[in-house]
């Protein structure tokens, strides 16, 4: 059983999204490194800072007149996405700026969750969305005044470049995968420390209301998410099939 397992490592070839993942394999000896590629996730034509008159109007509906202080967060809903930490931080955000939303996408919360929105004093101003289109989310993306993304453990970022690719800045946690996805362009912060979360998310807002400030976020968000294009994407998934058609010649 021992060598059947080591031949299926020695045989295997796998594609991860980031470096992150590559190096958790190979620290973990799952397969060798020389037989896994990096081919960063595209990011869909449809994140866009281009206005869609048919989505945006949906999202309108959904959320009403836009409002510059809310906040977007995209995920499911798991216990390493760190919701329960992200709702203690809203709470706090919100005493800040009382006009602050916080907007959910990508599944409802607990019971438990939603009882605890009400001890936080935050029920009135979270926004459950329903399961929404690409294009919808990416009008959802373009009216929030940024993107959070406090998780603990992430394999990518998809919502980060997703966020990015549609003008919209990110405060994410102090992952290496996060920072390998946004880059200089996104606003890191330890995912266990709510105060630093706090003041990363005050400086945001205020900084929405600056024009200056807030063309410059907006720029650097568009600038790296220029990096997930779907030719790169092709071009890298390319050379990895012929890495491994060289492999298998006799």
């Known amino acids: 059983m021992q060598r059947v397992l080591a031949g299926m490592k020695a045989a295997a070839r796998l594609v ?20 896994v590629s990096v081919v960063p996730l595209p990011v869909h034509p449809d994140f866009s800072p281009a206005s ?13 007149p836009p409002r510059a202080a809310d906040l977007l967060h995209v995920g499911i809903n798991v216990p390493r996405k760190g919701i329960d930490f992200l709702l203690r931080v809203f709470a706090q955000v919100r005493r800040l700026h009382p ?10 919360l607990t019971a438990e969750q939603r009882a605890r929105c009400a001890e936080l004093g935050i029920a009135d101003a979270l926004v459950e969305l329903p399961f929404l289109e690409r294009p919808v989310l990416a009008a959802v993306y373009r009216r ?3 993107l959070l993304a406090p998780s603990e453990r992430e ?10 690719a549609c ?3 990110v405060v994410a946690s102090d992952l290496p995968v996060f920072r390998e996805v946004g880059g200089e362009a996104a606003v890191y912060r330890d995912p266990y420390d709510a105060a630093a979360w706090v003041d990363a998310v005050d400086t945001l807002l205020h900084d929405r209301r600056d024009a200056r400030e807030w ?8 600038e790296r998410a220029a990096d997930f294009d779907l030719e790169g994407y092709a071009r890298g998934m390319r ?4 890495r491994v058609m060289r492999s298998e010649e006799p």
């Not at 006009?99 to 409802?108: D, N």
């Not at 063309?215 to 568009?222: E, F, P």
């Not at 050379?239 to 012929?242: H, L």
């Open 99 to 108: 006009e602050a939303r916080l907007l959910r996408a990508g599944g409802a």
């Open 52 to 64: 869609d008159p048919a989505a945006d109007a949906e999202a309108a509906r959904l959320l009403g």
């Open 16 to 35: 991860c999204d980031s470096d992150a993942v590559r190096q958790a394999i190979a620290d973990r000896r799952l397969v060798p490194s020389s037989h």
């Open 215 to 222: 063309r410059g976020r907006r720029q650097a968000a568009l």
């Open 239 to 242: 050379a990895v099939y012929r």
């Open 144 to 146: 929030a005044a940024g």
């Open 155 to 164: 394999g990518f970022g998809l919502p980060l470049v997703e966020a990015m």
């Open 167 to 169: 003008g919209t800045p």
